[in-house]
């Protein structure tokens, strides 16, 4: 149980640092929707976040209907 512990420690700090080097201002574009000014790092983590949901989401449903 510790080394689990262990190992989300050494993520969140990852992800910390992560965010903190990669702080620049960037502008998100998408059909006809803009964002300015956001952090590179938000726009990474919120790709992943959103990739997270997309490719687990079906997964998912197929377990809830079969389980």
Known sequence: MAFGY???ALLGAAVAVFALQNSAPTSVRFLIWTL???PLA???LA???IGLVV???PLWIRGW???
């Open 42 to 44: 938000a726009v990474a």
């Open 6 to 8: 262990l190992v989300v």
């Open 55 to 57: 490719a687990g989401l």
């Open 47 to 49: 790709s992943l976040g």
């Open 65 to 67: 209907r079969y389980g």
């Open 36 to 38: 300015d000014g956001l």
